[in-house]
């Protein structure tokens, strides 16, 4: 019996392996799709689906970004804070013009991404530290800049609510920016050179400096391109929300670290993929939506949400290959 | 001779950096506003030091064996809740029902600290059990756990708080004060972080813990049984966030399991400030207690300037970033001084 | 080993030595604890003792009638009302006093299920000061001094009015300090702009703010540093009951005075309450409902199924307005409610909750938004599924809400909002002003209610008897800032 345990583990390593970890993701998401079929097939009415993918998908989109600066082995934890400050300080210059302000949200995300890689790259201070702090940086300049008061996104402002809660071909504006995005930095991860950069970094970071990749141009642009996605994950989901308030992005830091986790990105760095997390960003919608639908109230849920997700990664663990 | 002492200050400045601010915040606070040294204000300061440095005491010594723990927040919060309904249960078993829903709480104290203690430190072994035996990575572990023990503390309570101010002697850790003006609460927090800080530096338990964190494998190489201290610092934390709630139980002399929880990044801010390394290893005790001391004289000065929360909030984190590239910029300069080029 | 495991022994020990060392240090205030299974009673306000009016006994009279009723029998007395007599505030007065009765267990059981008895229990009876009535048209134009916001009106500067001008002794400077939650949203930056307005009014009153962020230890703390500044008053403004009830006794026991405005605070002697008609705003929206549901099948039922989406849980507002809107329900027995959705104050999760409840539910006949983060998604995610129309006979699903912002009016104005019962955050000047005439030696009773207003709807229709105000008459106070719709 023992044996056989092995070889399943042994197999089971094998094909993780091989195909970079997104076997499981599929694995855990087939189980799932499995599971809502036989007990709740509600989720699967279309109505439901559109809802479900277009509430969470900028939560995926943060996700997807974050999934960037993990594989270099960083990791960005004020993400939720730059959702905040970039749709604070697009308040007042919504009024003058929305595509001023869109401008400067996605200048925000850019810039704060820039400033969160510059001073990690200078300064050598470990990501985690430093994004802390800078965490509590944004949530403060956010709140001072709007007085903490709630911006509404009102019809007025149609290119905002149009991106937000339109669809094209039935499939929802939001689910497909982040479906782009993700197809995009994939690309870029399997096919380019910075694409393979990157995962120099995150594996050995003295082994790929010293093989002349530029770890600390690598890292900021990773960290610009977080900070880019989180802005406009920002924008898509005060659009559908109707407002923007000070509260915006919490919990969007923890929600997207699980969504990589989930999607097989290691939190070491340089083991993961883009593709990954977007199964993974499946994954959780649906893990949450059929809590919703299985009635068990927002505690419940809240619960078993902490539940799954260290079984998920339990999982992930036991198919990781052992090294020592 | 001249350059020998700059070195000289600079080295004594970069030593006793958290003194400096310390002793800083005090002259601006004075300066300030003339009730800073008032006894009632003297007393939330201490309050605030003892209460946050429990905390980062408890985060600290699992950041020195390289893990994290973000569940220390939650526990504080939720431990005592899930105590009062323990006993409660067990109350009603023997046909004495002592709780009732939204009501007061006639349970006796000692009882209602016994299972705090116990349930907190249940968290801490869960914690344990899940990074060490299981192998998730704490970050992950630490965060599922919050969630679920934040959804369980809203099952169990629905969300409505409790009134302690009927059980004997609840007063007394979180209300009492020597002189009128220090906090008991604030000797419990000296004496734990004196315990704790001979035992990391002056016994075995020290090298242990320091050798775990520093570097993992040749410690289990050197037949460290390295699991087997992460487990124990995994439980201590644990039982120190439960200490916490305990203080926090008896101080509000209330339990409100909807009381907000950034407990734990404040905690781990304040690691960060006392120069504790996310890697694990480095890191001093003492310097935590500082930190701790020098962050709530921070929020009581920015509070006495009339700053709004997230003004408060702003400034923190700019301390933060502050500390924390000085305390890398230190490490550099011994990291060069070893010819070890940096990455 | 065994070393540290006996050193965790003894810090377990200690503590717990701690903890019981001291059975004298013991602050148990008024009644012993029983240490049976009762529930103790918390100590109700002793203001109800005005029996004197004919009319206050009239509304008890009436609420002792129907309470024995169900069905087309309480909703035949509810139409009674019209003839007895009754003010327009004795009519709020009747619904909110009705006690919770068992003719719809449903509803019964939810109500005591989430102990929302107990929030009822200790809501105060507040009185309304001098028998003042407030009438449209009343209150101050201003511009936010806090939030910048123009176009606000407050409603009661006429309540407990006091002079502009120097207070008490022109030649001292009187210190108050206030305790406010924080300002994270547009009604809450009200608040503090109702306050500061009332406090540049005054020369010589100083304000000594202490923002505790939602943290109640922080709230502990900040009344140690107003007791530190030895300031003449407090104005609490609390966020949970629980956690408020010790900084409020250090500060009485300190020999400051302490208001609390808006929620309530655990501790029973404070020297004033200014509380919010929280239970005014439930049991108006649950009687527009028994209203709308009897007209709609020409008084031949009442029946119909609910989603409630509230806040979080355990928080006065969510507490007072459900209980008093389950309250007035209990008495139809062919109301059901479908689902009861929290949402933990955060808006994402509200519009999650909306969008479940109407993909899991085809016959949701009206929606419950308990607070101003429900109301806009609660109609984006009917807007979405587009569901106005499916109820049966395609009438449209009936939103009841309890918002006060200038948003929310444009809703009405569109015809996606029936009824909206206002809660204007502008109330902290008359918890100033309470405290000013406090100072100046006036002798105040305890309880002070802010007076209730008639909930606002699409046609200003009459209720039983309660002339409702249209849109039109209350926008002018509606909170937050200008929305400008299309």
């Known amino acids: 019996m023992d044996k056989k345990v092995k070889s399943i583990r042994g197999f089971m390593q094998e094909v993780?392996?091989?195909?970079?970890?997104?076997?499981?993701?599929?694995?855990?998401?087939?189980?799932?799709?499995?599971?809502?079929?036989?007990?709740?097939?509600?989720?699967?009415?279309?109505?439901?689906?559109?809802?479900?993918?277009?509430?969470?998908?900028?939560?995926?989109?943060?996700?997807?970004?974050?999934?960037?600066?993990?594989?270099?082995?960083?990791?960005?934890?004020?993400?939720?804070?730059?959702?905040?400050?970039?749709?604070?300080?697009?308040?007042?210059?919504?009024?003058?013009?929305?595509?001023?302000?869109?401008?400067?949200?996605?200048?925000?995300?850019?810039?704060?991404?820039?400033?969160?890689?510059?001073?990690?790259?200078?300064?050598?201070?470990?990501?985690?530290?430093?994004?802390?702090?800078?965490?509590?940086?944004?949530?403060?300049?956010?709140?001072?800049?709007?007085?903490?008061?709630?911006?509404?996104?009102?019809?007025?402002?149609?290119?905002?609510?149009?991106?937000?809660?339109?669809?094209?071909?039935?499939?929802?504006?939001?689910?497909?920016?982040?479906?782009?995005?993700?197809?995009?930095?994939?690309?870029?991860l399997r096919k380019t050179s910075f694409g393979k950069h990157i995962y120099y970094t995150g594996t050995n970071k003295r082994a790929a400096w010293m093989s002349g990749v530029n770890i600390d141009r690598v890292k900021i642009i990773c960290f610009m391109a977080s900070g880019l996605l989180a802005a406009v994950a920002a924008l898509l989901l005060s659009g559908q929300l109707g407002s923007s308030t000070v509260q915006l992005g919490t919990g969007y830091d923890v929600t997207a670290i699980s969504i990589a986790v989930l999607g097989g990105i290691s939190l070491k760095g340089g083991k993961g993929t883009v593709i990954g997390t977007l199964l993974g960003f499946i994954t959780m919608s649906l893990m949450q939506n059929m809590l919703a639908i299985a009635q068990f109230g927002t505690y419940v849920s809240t619960t078993l949400k902490g539940v799954m997700i260290v079984l998920v990664v339990y999982l992930y663990g036991l198919t990781a290959k052992r090294k020592e | 001779m001249s350059i020998l002492k700059n070195n000289k200050y600079k080295n004594i400045i970069r030593k006793q950096m958290l003194w400096l601010a310390i002793m800083l915040g005090l002259i601006i606070g004075r300066i300030l506003s003339p009730y800073f040294f008032a006894g009632n204000n003297i007393t939330v300061i201490l309050y605030t030091c003892a209460i946050y440095g429990m905390l980062a005491i408890a985060e600290s010594l699992v950041l020195l064996v390289a893990e994290i723990d973000l569940t220390i927040g939650i526990s504080a919060v939720v431990s005592p809740a899930l105590a009062i309904y323990l006993t409660n249960a067990i109350y009603k078993v023997s046909n004495n029902g002592e709780v009732v829903r939204g009501g007061y709480v006639t349970a006796p104290w000692w009882v209602?600290?016994?299972?705090?203690?116990?349930?907190?430190?249940?968290?801490?072994?869960?914690?344990?059990?899940?990074v060490v035996k299981c192998r998730v990575p704490a970050f992950v572990a630490t965060i599922g756990v919050q969630y679920a023990v934040t959804g369980i503390g809203y099952i169990v309570t629905k969300g409505t708080p409790l009134f302690m101010t009927k059980v004997q002697g609840v007063a007394f850790i979180g209300g009492a004060k020597l002189a009128g003006v220090i906090p008991v609460c604030f000797i419990l927090f000296?004496?734990?972080?004196?315990?704790?800080?001979?035992?990391?530096?002056?016994?075995?338990?020290?090298?242990?813990?320091?050798?775990?964190?520093?570097?993992?494998?040749?410690?289990?190489?050197?037949?460290?049984?390295?699991g087997k201290w992460k487990m124990f610092m995994f439980i201590i934390s644990g039982l120190l966030a439960g200490i916490t709630g305990v203080v926090f139980t008896s101080k509000l002399q209330s339990i409100d399991v909807t009381q907000t929880t950034g407990y734990e990044m404040t905690a781990l801010a304040i690691a960060i400030v006392g120069g504790i390394e996310l890697n694990g290893g480095v890191g001093n005790l003492k310097n935590t207690v500082k930190a701790s001391m020098f962050m709530a004289i921070l929020s009581n000065v920015l509070s006495m300037l009339g700053f709004l929360s997230y003004h408060q909030t702003f400034v923190t984190g700019l301390f933060i970033v502050l500390f924390a590239i000085i305390h890398k910029k230190s490490d550099s300069k011994r990291l060069k001084e070893l010819n070890i080029v940096e990455v | 080993m065994k070393?540290?495991?006996?050193?965790?022994?003894?810090?377990?020990?200690?503590?717990?030595?701690?903890?019981?060392?001291?059975?004298?240090?013991?602050?148990?205030?008024?009644?012993?604890?029983?240490?049976?299974?009762?529930?103790?009673?918390?100590?109700?306000?002793?203001?109800?003792?005005?029996?004197?009016?004919?009319?206050?006994?009239?509304?008890?009279?009436?609420?002792?009638?129907?309470?024995?009723?169900?069905?087309?029998?309480?909703?035949?007395?509810?139409?009674?009302?019209?003839?007895?007599?009754?003010?327009?505030?004795?009519?709020?007065?009747?619904?909110?006093?009705?006690?919770?009765?068992?003719?719809?267990?449903?509803?019964?059981?939810?109500?005591?299920?989430?102990?929302?008895?107990?929030?009822?229990?200790?809501?105060?009876?507040?009185?309304?000061?001098?028998?003042?009535?407030?009438?449209?048209?009343?209150?101050?134009?201003?511009?936010?001094?806090?939030?910048?916001?123009?176009?606000?009106?407050?409603?009661?500067?006429?309540?407990?009015?006091v002079e502009e001008g120097p207070i008490g002794d022109p030649n001292k400077t009187y210190k108050i300090g206030v305790v406010a939650i924080s300002a994270i949203d547009s009604w809450m930056g009200n608040l503090y702009d109702s306050i500061h307005y009332e406090a540049n009014r005054h020369e010589n009153l100083e304000i000594v703010w202490m923002d505790y962020g939602l943290d109640s230890d922080g709230c502990s703390d900040a009344v140690d540093m107003l007791i530190a500044q030895k300031v003449d008053a407090i104005l609490l403004w609390p966020r949970t009951e629980a956690a408020t009830t010790e900084p409020a006794k250090k500060a009485e026991e300190a020999g400051i005075p302490v208001i609390t405005v808006d929620r309530l605070c655990g501790y029973?002697?404070?020297?004033?309450?200014?509380?919010?008609?929280?239970?005014?705003?439930?049991?108006?929206?649950?009687?527009?409902?028994?209203?709308?549901?009897?007209?709609?099948?020409?008084?031949?039922?009442?029946?119909?199924?609910?989603?409630?989406?509230?806040?979080?849980?355990?928080?006065?507002?969510?507490?007072?307005?459900?209980?008093?809107?389950?309250?007035?329900?209990?008495?139809?027995?062919?109301?059901?409610?479908?689902?009861?959705?929290?949402?933990?104050?955060?808006?994402?999760?509200?519009?999650?909750?909306?969008?479940?409840?109407?993909?899991?539910?085809?016959?949701?006949?009206?929606?419950?938004?308990?607070?101003?983060?429900?109301?806009?998604?609660?109609?984006?995610?009917?807007?979405?599924?587009?569901?106005?129309?499916?109820?049966?006979?395609?009438?449209?699903?009936?939103?009841?809400?309890?918002?006060?912002?200038?948003?929310?009016?444009n809703f009405i104005d569109q015809g996606l909002v029936e009824v909206n019962c206002p809660y204007t955050p502008l109330i902290g000047d008359i918890g100033m002003r309470y405290l000013i005439k406090m100072l100046e030696g006036e002798e105040l009773p305890k309880d002070v209610a802010i007076p209730n207003i008639p909930m606002v709807t699409a046609k200003g229709d009459t209720i039983f008897g309660l002339k409702t105000m249209s849109s039109e008459d209350w926008y002018q106070y509606a909170s937050g800032p200008d929305y400008i719709a299309e």
Request: one cysteine or more; aromatic letters at 8%; charged letters at 15%.
């Open chain 1, 16 to 188: 993780s392996e091989k195909t970079h970890g997104l076997f499981i993701s599929f694995l855990i998401l087939a189980v799932l799709l499995i599971i809502s079929a036989i007990f709740i097939p509600k989720v699967f009415q279309l109505k439901n689906l559109e809802n479900l993918l277009r509430t969470y998908a900028p939560g995926g989109i943060v996700a997807v970004g974050l999934s960037l600066v993990i594989l270099t082995g960083e990791i960005d934890v004020s993400v939720g804070a730059i959702m905040t400050l970039a749709m604070a300080v697009a308040a007042k210059i919504y009024d003058f013009s929305e595509p001023a302000a869109i401008a400067a949200i996605c200048a925000t995300g850019i810039g704060t991404g820039f400033l969160n890689g510059l001073l990690i790259t200078k300064t050598k201070v470990p990501s985690l530290m430093l994004t802390i702090g800078t965490t509590s940086v944004f949530n403060g300049l956010a709140a001072i800049l709007v007085k903490a008061q709630k911006k509404y996104i009102t019809d007025i402002y149609e290119i905002t609510l149009s991106v937000a809660k339109g669809s094209i071909l039935g499939i929802p504006i939001p689910l497909l920016v982040c479906l782009v995005l993700a197809i995009l930095f994939q690309f870029i």
């Open chain 2, 112 to 130: 209602i600290v016994a299972f705090t203690l116990l349930i907190a430190t249940l968290i801490g072994l869960v914690n344990a059990i899940l």
């Open chain 2, 190 to 226: 000296l004496l734990v972080a004196i315990m704790f800080i001979y035992l990391c530096s002056s016994t075995k338990f020290g090298m242990r813990v320091y050798s775990t964190g520093g570097n993992t494998k040749s410690a289990s190489l050197c037949g460290i049984n390295t």
């Open chain 3, 3 to 161: 070393r540290k495991m006996t050193l965790l022994l003894a810090v377990c020990i200690f503590v717990c030595v701690l903890g019981t060392a001291c059975g004298d240090q013991s602050n148990t205030t008024d009644q012993p604890g029983t240490g049976t299974g009762t529930i103790t009673e918390v100590d109700t306000d002793a203001s109800t003792g005005e029996k004197g009016d004919e009319a206050d006994s009239l509304v008890d009279q009436l609420v002792a009638e129907c309470s024995s009723l169900s069905g087309m029998e309480a909703y035949k007395f509810f139409n009674t009302l019209t003839e007895r007599g009754l003010s327009q505030g004795e009519i709020i007065d009747f619904f909110v006093k009705l006690p919770i009765s068992t003719a719809n267990q449903e509803v019964y059981d939810l109500y005591m299920n989430d102990a929302l008895d107990v929030y009822a229990e200790s809501a105060p009876e507040g009185v309304v000061y001098n028998e003042y009535e407030w009438k449209l048209g009343d209150g101050t134009e201003i511009t936010g001094p806090y939030s910048n916001n123009t176009n606000l009106k407050m409603a009661y500067t006429d309540y407990l009015s």
């Open chain 3, 268 to 409: 029973p002697d404070v020297t004033g309450v200014i509380s919010g008609n929280f239970p005014a705003n439930g049991a108006q929206c649950a009687a527009y409902l028994v209203w709308q549901l009897a007209q709609e099948t020409e008084e031949k039922a009442i029946e119909g199924n609910i989603v409630l989406l509230r806040k979080a849980a355990g928080v006065t507002a969510d507490t007072l307005r459900c209980g008093y809107f389950l309250k007035v329900l209990s008495y139809f027995p062919d109301i059901h409610i479908l689902e009861s959705y929290y949402d933990n104050d955060d808006t994402e999760q509200s519009l999650v909750n909306a969008q479940n409840a109407l993909q899991q539910y085809d016959d949701i006949d009206a929606f419950f938004c308990e607070g101003l983060t429900q109301t806009p998604v609660a109609i984006e995610a009917v807007n979405s599924a587009n569901r106005w129309e499916s109820r049966e006979d395609g009438k449209k699903i009936i939103m009841l809400t309890i918002d006060d912002t200038k948003e929310s009016f």
